[in-house]
């Protein structure tokens, strides 16, 4: 399978790297086309930089990797979305996103780079998994490698039609309890405040999160020590009953 590698730390992150490699390792015929700068937080954006229409594309190399690497000036949606159409070659039957340093968490996911190039990927038919893993002093990639090449040998061998979140725990790879599925925490791992507010500025403030998680999430399996997965759908309909009459509205005022 040709597998689309991208992130949203940027084509020169470690964690791409460890994904790539990994992915490589599999089995996977890599590609790498990553954001040229850190775009955390990005979201399913479609930002690019164009110069006279054309969005801005440089080779890169990725130690240890013999493999097609791109740095994109462009958000990880715009990458994934590009790349689907062709744009750095053959389609890619699979979208792997990360291994972003920080977890995706909770609801927070909605604001994640990594997940945004992920669910991009599968609102257009891909299946696409993302990882992130526990930002550390020392962040342990041995770790994630371990975490990623689990799933992605169960990827290879099942091929689901998926949209997986994956986080993997700041912990050696010995250390890691297992992987289980989880449910998303009603907040990710960081809130923000706003901590001043003046003339023509505010000023926020970032902190992760010290709460235990409701047991079963993401959050909570992550502080046990356990790697977690959770399937996501990034668009749905939703029942809301309270909605029922407005459609009688606009006829009834006419």
Known sequence: M????????????????TLALTAAEVGFDVLVAAPSWDSS???????????DGRFVVREHHIEGLDHSSYGIEAAPAFIARAA???????APDVVLSGVNRGLNCGHA????????????????GLPALAFSIDATEATRWDAAHLVARTVLEWF???????????????????????????????????TANVTE?????????????????????????????YATYTALSPVCEAEAPATHALSDLLSAAS
């Open 41 to 51: 937080g990005a979201s399913a954006s479609l930002t690019s930089v164009e110069e």
């Open 84 to 90: 689907i159409h062709e744009a750095f070659g053959p």
């Open 156 to 190: 290879a061998s099942a091929r689901p039609n998926v949209l997986l979140n994956v986080n993997v725990p700041g912990v050696a790879p010995e250390e890691v309890r297992g992987l289980r599925p989880a449910t998303l925490a009603a907040f990710g791992a960081v």
């Open 2 to 17: 040709r597998a689309l590698i991208t992130n949203d730390d940027g084509v020169e992150s470690p964690g791409i790297r």
């Open 197 to 225: 507010a003046g003339k023509g500025y505010v000023a926020m403030e970032y902190r992760a999160v010290e709460a235990e998680g409701e047991p079963g999430t993401d959050v909570a399996l992550i502080a046990q020590g």
């Open 109 to 124: 996911v909605l604001h994640s780079g990594t997940v945004g190039a992920a669910s991009t990927a599968y609102t257009f």
